[in-house]
């Protein structure tokens, strides 16, 4: 069933009349557009794509299905809704503001329902389409990963890496990051979301590199945690716990398991290790259109996973005043399993200088 015969049967079901969608992950989801303003409506008999001048002919390229419909200053949204007809439409309780709300109502009398989100469940399965994008994004974000083996070397600033590591994806076809990177060293390691600083970056140093791209509209993400030189055996030990529990809960991923029976594996193996305290976040999440999506692998989303859904495995030890280790990949759950899409090595590196 495609797209929008889809939305029409969650619509109907919902007693709606029409559905339409602001946010422009989903905005492009329904419709192709990838404008930064305008609303796709949908209703049971047409489509339509609600903006203003600027996007007319691109409206008439990208969304052949729908029909181009003109706001502006003088003509709102709600004044659109109103002269369709419409009398029960959903709207992105998500997404859409209490003041957004009020300017719609101000010209639109008819029932807004909220949609809960209806759309973000049937993105979690990607269409063979999305998930070659998605694998594309994440090969850009594996060659640049390689290439910068080569770049890093101490003295560096975190700074200065992270430029080099946006430079990198944008010459292989990136559109952007698909969120500002993390590239954090030595006793940085230990922020889990430690953004680049003006910190050099130093021989034994452990460096973690958490970044991803963003390709014709699909992210990537993936974490490697390097040494800078010769490893400490404090951090070897410390790489060698987390490389087994991302490795574990990889094994169990497959369709029918548990989100939150994926996420124990790992948690329990560091745990077990002594660092249970230190691993204060979730095991992964999903990732397509935005970078983080549901479900997630954490201790409470009880999702089941199935074929189609592109999720991280990403556990990590922190430890203040030493530093910390993450490694991330991307792992489609398939028909009978999983397939890694990230291809970089997952050993220990100790780059040599
Ligand atoms: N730091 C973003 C992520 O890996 O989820
Ligand atoms: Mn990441
Ligand atoms: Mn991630």
Sequence with gaps: MNTLDRIREELKEMGLEGGFFYKPENRFYVSGFT??????????????????????????????????????????????????????????????????????????????????????????????????????????????????????????TEREVHLELVNQMTRRGADGESFTAIVASGERGALPHGRASDKVIEKGDFLTLDFGCIYKGYCSDMTRTISVGKASDELKEIYEIVLRAQKAALEAIKPG??????????????????????????LGHSIGLEVHENPRFNQVDNSILKPGMIMTDEPGIYIPGLGGVRIEDLVLVTEDGYEVLSKSDKELIELEF
């Design 35 to 156: 404008g930064s303003a305008g609303y796709a409506l949908v209703t049971m008999d047409k489509a339509y794509l609600i903006t203003d001048f600027r996007y007319f002919s691109q409206v008439g390229e990208q969304c052949p299905d729908f029909e181009l419909k003109e706001i502006s200053t003088q003509i709102s949204f709600g004044q659109v809704l109103s002269e369709l007809g419409l009398k029960k439409v959903g709207f992105e309780d998500d997404f859409m503001t209490i003041e957004d709300m009020e300017v719609l109502k101000s010209k639109f009398s008819g029932e807004l329902v909220p949609m809960k989100r209806f759309i973000e469940e049937i993105r979690q399965i990607k269409r063979e389409d999305e998930i070659e994008l998605v694998r594309k994004a994440q090969n850009i974000a594996d060659d640049t990963f390689s290439y910068m083996l080569d770049f890093i070397k101490p003295g560096m």
């Design 257 to 282: 398991a548990v989100c939150s029976d994926i996420d124990g594996v790992a948690r329990g193996i560091i745990s077990e290790a002594g660092y249970g305290d230190n691993f204060g976040h979730g």
